[in-house]
Antibody
Framework: QVQLQESGPGLVKPSETLSLTCAVS????????WSWIRQPPGKGLEYIGYIYYRGRTNYNPSLKSRVTISVDTSKNQFSLKLSSVTAADTAVYYC????????????????WGQGTMVTVSS | QSALTQPPSASGSPGQSVTISCTGT?????????VSWYQQHPGKAPKLMIY???KRPSGVPDRFSGSKSGNTASLTVSGLQAEDEAEYYCSSYEGSNNPHVVFGGGTKLTVL
């Protein structure tokens, strides 16, 4: 079965760029939309954005100016970059797969990574 | 402040039914059939329970059901079991000038 695994630094300094990668195993990255979602400690979920395996992206308007999501189909992985981070970006970051295949996103996430905690602090 | 409004808490006794609401606007919940529900236990990743308002992914018990009326979606858990105690989040497609997914603030379901 398809599994997702996030990786990247657990500590990022303010004003720097947060970079995470999500490795897809047990299946191909092709055919699906792949998303990033975050959850600040003790708070709710926040959608960051998605990338279709062909490269089309969609971002949360509140983060759009700072977010870049990219895909590397040869490595079966996709990545998140969030620039100019502040303490407000401290959160558990999840990668997730859209429930349906095809070029229309169903905007529902059926497979999730375990999440990775990223703390923004000097 | 979350885009979708959920009650902070809900509760019920084992065997009972509980319904959790999720209120949005005509730009999200009311305008599209892309409402989803997630269950999250402490320290775990969310689990998809309902998508496209009423659809259940494989493996989700049929005790979980979804519905929508106007700008409000609902998740009903029937025959409550102890393991249903968790945080539940709704989400919806938001079709504004910059369409994206929005989440509710979450509802803590307690099994008494």
């Amino acid at each position: 079965q398809v599994q997702l695994q996030e990786s990247g630094p657990g500590l990022v300094k303010p004003s720097e760029t947060l970079s995470l990668t999500c490795a897809v195993s047990g299946g191909s990255i092709s055919g699906y939309h792949w998303s990033w979602i975050r959850q600040p400690p003790g708070k709710g979920l926040e959608y960051i954005g998605y990338i279709y395996y062909r490269g089309r992206t969609n971002y949360n308007p509140s983060l759009k100016s700072r977010v870049t999501i990219s895909v590397d189909t040869s490595k079966n992985q996709f990545s998140l970059k969030l620039s100019s981070v502040t303490a407000a970006d401290t959160a558990v970051y999840y990668c997730a797969r859209d429930v349906g295949s095809g070029d229309v996103s169903r905007d529902a996430f059926d497979i999730w990574g375990q999440g990775t905690m990223v703390t923004v602090s000097s | 402040q979350s885009a979708l409004t959920q009650p902070p808490s809900a509760s019920g006794s084992p065997g009972q039914s509980v319904t959790i609401s999720c209120t949005g606007t005509s730009s999200d919940v009311g305008g599209y059939n892309y409402v989803s529900w997630y269950q999250q236990h402490p320290g775990k990743a969310p689990k998809l329970m309902i998508y496209e308002v009423t659809k259940r992914p494989s493996g989700v018990p049929d005790r979980f059901s979804g519905s929508k009326s106007g700008n409000t979606a609902s998740l009903t858990v029937s025959g409550l079991q102890a393991e249903d105690e968790a945080e539940y989040y709704c989400s919806s497609y938001e079709g504004s000038n910059n369409p994206h997914v929005v989440f509710g603030g979450g509802t803590k379901l307690t099994v008494l």
